[in-house]
Antibody, heavy 122, light 108 residues
Framework: EVQLVESGGGSVQPGGSLRLSCSAS????????MHWVRQAPGKGLEYVSA????????YYADSVKGRFTISRDTSKNTLFLQMSSLRSEDTAVYYC???????????????WGQGTLVTVSS | EIVLTQSPGTLSLSPGERATLSCRAS???????LAWYQQKPGQAPRLLIY???SRATGIPDRFSGSGSGTDFTLTISRLEPEDFAVYYC?????????FGQGTKLEIK
């Protein structure tokens, strides 16, 4: 059974940093690109970031480029999202998502974690 | 970037009725790479349909997807109480993949 378990969310002041983690199990982690999708309270889904299966390629939405860094540790089957210079508009539930291919393009999302809430407020 | 527009924003129907949800793309979706997701309150989205018309594993056959090019439809043939939720379409035929704004299916 595929499981994606996020952690690391919480409350932080504007300008602060936070590191999200996603522990993956039930599939061959090194064979799939992984993604982060977020959802602001009461809003729709926003594609934030992605990393290829070997970690060699990454994608960032313009809204987070230069502030967020995605990475993965294949020895621990864990995905990370380092978030810095956080803004109020980054407040959202962040979902760890498994894609359906090694690359992050041309893939849909077949498994989602339960999400972790990040609140940016003074 | 392809913009997806879902309609209606809210759909009010009764259990047993047929639901038709629309997703229109600002340009043609390559290879009909379009997916549909269902999200219930407090839960993560769940994959329903991929490739415009293929049902994901475990999805009941009352859910069906159709369409091509710029116009896509999710149909729920006979609504069950558990089907009332928010539905999102996603195109993955061009980078970056993008989501529609969602359609809320509510009980009438």
């Amino acid at each position: 059974e595929v499981q994606l378990v996020e952690s690391g969310g919480g409350s932080v002041q504007p300008g602060g940093s936070l590191r999200l983690s996603c522990s993956a199990s039930g599939f061959t982690f090194i064979s799939y690109a992984m993604h982060w999708v977020r959802q602001a309270p009461g809003k729709g889904l926003e594609y934030v970031s992605a990393i290829s299966s070997n970690g060699g390629s990454t994608y960032y939405a313009d809204s987070v480029k230069g502030r967020f860094t995605i990475s993965r540790d294949t020895s621990k089957n864990t995905l990370f999202l380092q978030m810095s210079s956080l803004r109020s508009e980054d407040t959202a539930v962040y979902y760890c998502v498994k894609g359906t291919g090694r690359g992050y393009n041309y893939v849909y999302f077949d498994y989602w974690g339960q999400g972790t809430l990040v609140t940016v407020s003074s | 970037e392809i913009v997806l527009t879902q309609s209606p924003g809210t759909l009010s129907l009764s259990p047993g009725e047929r639901a038709t949800l629309s997703c229109r793309a600002s340009q043609s979706v390559s290879s009909n790479y379009l997916a549909w997701y269902q999200q219930k309150p407090g839960q993560a989205p769940r994959l329903l349909i991929y490739g415009a018309s293929s049902r994901a594993t475990g999805i009941p056959d009352r859910f069906s997807g159709s369409g091509s090019g710029t116009d896509f439809t999710l149909t729920i043939s006979r609504l069950e109480p558990e089907d009332f939720a928010v539905y999102y379409c996603q195109q993955y035929g061009s980078s970056p993949g993008t989501f529609g704004q969602g359609t809320k299916l509510e009980i009438k």
